[in-house]
């Protein structure tokens, strides 16, 4: 400190130690241009710089299927799957857990304690059922499935097709486990090759489910001939909401939640789901959901009451903080599956919630192009 303060004086007092016969010199004055202040760094500057194809996206919007009514029958997706297919995707991601996140919330059971069966029970179960076959927990056939695929075939056998479905299944992606079934000759979907009996009657039963994870992702990759889908949830912000639900029920009944749900203007987005009876209906409705006006009034429904308006505790931005790390996360697994097609396509078949939020953060990468829903949804058949 005194080195310092010392330096500081010598030069402070420079000028007065000079002989008087040589005066000082004057420093010429000079006018410096204050620099232009810098635009601040967005990713999608990068975006003219991308050499080749651009990595196209094109985010689906869908109802959750678990919604629509009794006797729904997935068939009146078959135009839907139709205008998809002329997409002609290179990946699908889909809006279900990963083995990976079902293992690590049930780690951390003590901070989620129903994450992990509330939204992967019937993954874990599968999962349970090829282990017992297979002998390997779900991070040991995570790494045998990556292991597996590195070596594909370009033809693979039945044998290997049911082997992988097994391994899938073992590591929590029963919907990729649903690819190489349905891509198997129906005389060749039985037991074997770690494919136990109760597994291939557990796939009987889940190929029926109502859910679009399998009725649109599953079924269009068995189609395209792709070798599986992607899950990309997360709910690893589950534990923000773990200490509001008193709260939110309070906000709910100050906003008057119900007679929004009740309002008519608000039926299309809110009963989507019963608006699938028939083909040009279904498809109808997609296109609908796929419409950035749509996007826009379900984030008006859902989520602007959340910032424009006091809320016990500040639990309705808490609540939005919660929505928006799930996107996040979601959209960061999303990016991670590009990495195996850059310059590639892909779908991403999404509660139709989610959708104005994902085209928001993935039209940001650096090497991303969003493609219109409605454009692809609304093309004649080819």
Same mark, same amino acid.
Not at 25 to 33: F, G, I, R, S, Y
Not at 37 to 62: H, I, N, S
Not at 255 to 284: C, G, H, K
Not at 355 to 370: C, N, Q, R, T
């Given at each position: ?259 929004? *749900? ?24 997609? *296109? ?95």
């Amino acid at each position: 400190m005194r080195r310092i303060a010392a330096i500081a004086l010598t030069g402070l007092f420079a000028g007065a130690c000079a002989s008087p016969t040589e005066p000082p010199e004057t420093p010429a004055l000079t006018v410096e241009m204050a620099p232009a202040p810098a635009r601040a760094f967005d990713p999608r500057d990068l975006q003219p710089l991308v050499y080749g194809q651009k990595t196209q996206v094109l985010v689906l919007a869908t109802p959750h299927l678990s919604n629509t009514p009794d006797g729904f029958d997935a068939a009146v997706l078959d135009p839907l799957l139709d205008r998809l297919a002329a997409f002609k995707p290179d990946q699908i991601a889909i809006e279900n857990l990963s083995g990976e996140s079902i293992h690590a919330l049930k780690a951390y059971v003590a901070i989620y304690p129903e994450s992990a069966s509330t939204y992967g029970g019937r993954l874990i179960k599968g999962a349970a059922l090829a282990e017992a076959e297979l002998k390997l927990a779900m991070p040991e056939a995570e790494a045998e499935s990556r292991r597996i695929l590195r070596e594909w075939p370009v033809q693979p056998t039945p044998a290997q097709r049911r082997h992988l479905a097994a391994m899938f299944t073992a590591a929590g992606d029963t919907h990729s486990a649903l690819v190489q079934w349905w891509r198997l000759p129906e005389s060749e979907r039985l037991a074997g090759d770690g494919v136990s009996a109760d597994l291939a009657a557990y796939f009987a039963e889940y190929q029926a489910r109502q859910n679009e994870s399998h009725q649109i992702g599953s079924r269009l990759a068995a189609r395209l001939g792709l070798e599986r889908v992607y899950p990309t949830d997360d709910h690893h912000a589950d534990d923000v909401r773990n200490f509001m639900q008193d709260d939110m029920m309070a906000f709910y009944e100050q906003v008057n939640i119900q007679a929004i *749900i009740s309002d008519p203007v608000n039926a299309p987005i809110i009963r989507a789901a019963e608006r699938l009876t028939s083909p040009e209906e279904a498809l109808e409705t997609y *296109i609908f959901l796929n419409t950035p006006e749509a996007g826009i009034a379900d984030v008006a429904l859902q989520w602007r009451m959340m910032l424009d308006r006091p809320s016990p505790n500040d639990v309705a931005r808490a609540r939005m903080m919660d929505w928006e790390a799930r996107n996040l996360r979601q959209v960061a697994h999303i990016r991670e599956a590009m990495a195996q097609a850059p310059g590639g396509r892909v779908l991403v078949v999404v509660g139709s919630a989610h959708k104005p939020w994902f085209d928001a953060y993935l039209g940001m990468m650096s090497d991303v192009e969003i493609v219109d829903a409605v454009q692809v949804l609304s093309a004649d058949e080819r």
